[in-house]
């Protein structure tokens, strides 16, 4: 059973940037591949990044290449969503996800473990 809980989310000008933290609870959080989605206001749940447990490989929704960056301390178990030149489109709740499956993890269906999810605002 793994526990996550999200913070970092707030209001930010489009262009800005924010770093979302996700919080694991447990010893063995260097077994799970680690995601972030994001629910925007009536659209569906969708993938935005993940790093992978077997090799920690990161890969990301086409829509955030080149301005978000998912990391992982294992350490301290908390995975982290560096988001810069942020857009109004990129407004959404955002969640973390755990995964003990293997392989490229990119649908909700995959992960076991949620947290409650932080809320980003971003201002034209």
């Known amino acids: 059973q793994v526990q996550l809980v999200e913070s970092g989310g707030g209001l930010v000008q489009a262009g800005g940037s924010l770093r979302l933290s996700c919080a694991a609870s447990?010893?063995?959080?260097?077994?799970?591949?680690m995601g972030w989605f994001r629910q925007g206001p009536g659209k569906e749940r969708e993938f935005v990044a993940a790093?992978?447990?077997?090799?920690?490989?990161?890969y990301y929704t086409d829509s955030v290449k080149g301005r978000f960056t998912i990391s992982r301390d294992n350490a301290k178990n908390t995975v982290y969503l560096q988001m810069n030149s942020l857009k109004p489109e990129d407004t959404a709740v955002y969640y973390c996800?755990?995964?003990?499956?293997?392989?490229?993890?990119?649908?909700?269906?995959?992960?076991?473990?949620w947290g409650q999810g932080t809320q980003v605002a971003v201002s034209s």
């Open positions: 790093s992978r447990r077997s090799d920690g490989n990161t």
């Open positions: 447990g010893r063995t959080f260097s077994t799970y591949t």
């Open positions: 996800a755990a995964s003990r499956r293997i392989g490229l993890l990119t649908t909700s269906v995959e992960y076991d473990y």
